[in-house]
């Protein structure tokens, strides 16, 4: 383990501390270290905006080694947008120069009477002027930056996190988003523009794990699953979604999209200029996109699908030029392309239903201007964008008359792009995750990726009924699964296109890289580990007050039936449906709770059980369940 950086911007204060050695046995790092912090630091008095909040970077123990998609960090914090557990992760080449330069976390709290930086370099943290880019855009921030520190990474907020709109995000690399929860927010809340890390030292690999990470590497760089994110990216997704019915659409009044094939992978590949990978990354599925001319001109790494989606179907826009440049646009504001798309969707079905306007933006759906209209009007909290800013649980209470039901999110943040009436698993997913609404919480893919070879590994017992994917049976133990590998790669720093998206590897697979760097650790125990963050994280939102009644979807998926139809295409390339193929299709969500936390060994009201935090280690945090629940009363 390398450093901790406590960081008191209040009185410029920092305080370098070896990370403890213990944290790594039973929470690895990075997101399993974040989350113990954040519990020990960030009670329930305070408010997400305050500067007795906590903004927590942390790398992971496999982050900028030579072992695969090992680029990733985490930035956790209590989330303005929920009020409740929030972190944000993003890759690139920000994480790895962090954790060269020394640093298993940066710990910040309190408020800069001036706009700052924070310049983390070879062991050493500085408090730095950021005044002159206090108002710039991240690109110019970060542009700005590497001309100052030669060789360094940055990450910065934009407007939107200066303006302290709730979904704000932090970029860097110019195109890499630690995008949810609003993150940015609370990082523009601490006067705190850019944090900048550079190494100057070159430090030499062990030759033993060297050599294990190596054969990894070569292994995902060969995988047969990794070949149509390789050529195509995540916009290879839209095609397949498009036809099973989980391409989220005009707000998810539908869930397929007739303009699908003007925005899909093969019309976005002629403004494709190259393929991008990050740190140690043998997949390479990321593309650099280019508009050469017109209104919308401009070049951007992107759009991967969730981008894609926020901003085209669930808008009802299919012009991809008009995406492209949105997603820029979003960067460089700073702003989560998910939350706004989400947004600005659930502002087009106000107005549509007749309880919203704007006097300047049309907002009918597919017009692109209203969408980029509003991205810059939220950014900057002018007009509309105010009460946009506050996502879309809040916006949906200013607005009122029955906008609630057109406010789709779970926790207060807003749903990605996955169709939960559909994706039963990616439903569940949502509904508990301990984030809010959240694809890459539990990323359950196995079903719908149709991943046999997996589900017959992980479960056998229960193989071919697991496949279904529109089953709600056996959804809650492929969620408490994928819950567990997920805070396993997050905690070690690795992407999950190495991981639970594709399987390329298993968590016995990462522990044989831990095994080479000392630790006496196999893949169930890393399941363990894993296990013991996922309910670390319930426990900090149980503390809030958070229970079952959180853990659920909007209305929209519970009451309102959903058609699925035939997909073809006519002569001249668009997309005709058909007769539906499945119809009146709901999630029944209390089934799959009571089955979720059941594997989990929960109460029925969502809660751990003493005995369940005690046999995970965590016996420090019975203290803090609900009087009555200490002793185990397993009641709702």
Known sequence: MALTAFIDLTE??????????????????????????????????????????????????????????????MVTTKSPLTGAYGYANASGFFGPELKKAGFDALVITGKAREPVLIKAEDGQVEILDGSQYWGAKTSVTETGLKEKFPGCRVSSIGPAGENLVRFASIINDYGRAAARCGVGAVMGSKNLKAVVARSTEKKKADAKFKEVAIKYNKHVGQHPNIQGLRRWGTPMLMDSKNVVGDQPTRNHLQAQFAGNNRVNAKALDKYVERSMACYACPIRCSKYSKVKSGKYATEIEGPEYETLNALGPMCGNSDPESIIYGNRLCNDLG??????????????????????????????????????GLIEKIASRQGLGKILAEGVQRAARVIGQGAENYALHVKGMELPRQEPRVAKAFGLGHAVSNRGADHLYALPTIDLAGLADVARKLFPDIYPEIMEVTS?????????????????????????????????????????????????????????????????????NVRQGLNRKDDQLPRRFLEEPLNVYAVDTDSEGNVVFGEPVKEGLLIRLPEMLDEYYEVRGWQVNGLPTPEKLRELGLEDLVKDLPLGQEGGDNNF
């Open 472 to 540: 709600e049976k056996h959804k809650g133990r492929m969620i408490k699964y994928t819950e567990a590998y997920n805070a396993i790669a997050d905690a070690l720093g690795v992407c999950k296109f190495s991981t639970t998206e594709i399987y390329c590897l298993y968590p016995e697979d990462l522990a044989q890289g831990l095994q080479k760097m000392g630790f006496d650790l196999d893949g169930e125990k890393l399941l363990e580990i894993g296990e013991r963050i996922v309910n670390l994280e319930r426990m900090y």
């Open 335 to 372: 702003m989560d392309t998910i939350s706004t798309g989400v947004v600005i969707a659930f502002a087009m079905e106000c107005f549509e239903k007749g309880i919203l306007t704007d006097p300047d933006l049309s907002l009918q759906w597919g017009d692109s201007q209203s969408i980029l």
């Open 12 to 73: 410029k204060k920092v305080t370098l501390q070896k990370t403890p050695e213990e944290i790594a046995e039973k929470f690895l790092s990075c997101r399993g270290y974040a989350a113990r912090l954040l519990y020990d630091l960030v009670p329930p008095s305070v408010e997400p905006l305050s500067p007795d909040n906590y903004l927590i970077y942390s790398t992971g123990l496999f982050t900028g080694t030579q072992w695969p998609t090992s680029a990733r960090y």
